[in-house]
């Protein structure tokens, strides 16, 4: 049986990811999960991150993916692994979880000339050290500094991300980060909501700092897996439709969604 790729996210920032994947992959279907009423994630615990995203993964499954992405990097960091390992075999040992964190950090090793990397991302992922781990296993002599930008999920989903009161926040983020090493010369945004403040992000980084954005990186990798994978790219319907769902308020979804992505989208609730 085919089945819909899930793509899974806290709340709205996995949009940023999905509007990448359909363009990478048109014909394919998606159901997109965001489980706003329960964000933010990334000031939760390990266990409650965990539980949440497994919860998550279940009802995507129960919904006929095969494969589901966690478009969320503070799932990828603090419950990939346990669901890829512990779960899985028993949930569902023929279908995949995969996440964004490990496509990021292999995508920079051809991005920095310095090898000094930095990452911004929720206080849950920098907390979990995931981005320094990957990168600089990944790329040996490369080094990695981190600062959480605790506020800036909340912006997102709050919808005031294009607002004057949002530059405070992204500037005192990024000074910080850009403070800790004058060699830094790439940014990866590591957390999906970050690409909706990207404006006011490049405009507080110099020119000569690249900030990368996780979209391409991951729809690329996904084309790539699927090719790897002919089993998996067999078991992914093809008509080119895509389902959003909330666990809030659909209206307030689908109006905010459309803002994200450019064009309306109809939304439907969810429970978890
Ligand atoms: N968009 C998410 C991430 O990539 C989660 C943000 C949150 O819920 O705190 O980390």
Redesign the pocket.
Known sequence: MKGPIGVF???F??LSVLADLQLALPDADFVYLGDNAR?????RSFEAVYQFTLQAVTRLFEMGCPLVILA????SAKALRSIQQRDLPLLAPERRVLG?IRPTAEAVGDLSRTGVVGVL??P??IASGSYTIEVEKLHPGFHVVAEAAPMW?PLVEQGFSASDGADWFVREAVDRLLARDARLDTIIL????YPLLYPKIRAAVPERVAVVCQGPIVASSLCDYLRRHPEMDAAVSRGGVTRYFTTDVARDFARLAGVFLGREVEAAHIAL
Do not use: F, K, R
């Open positions: 996210d806290s709340g920032g996995g964000a933010p994630y990334g000031t969320c990097n503070t799932a964004v991302g929720t849950g992922t999920v590591g957390c999906t909501h």
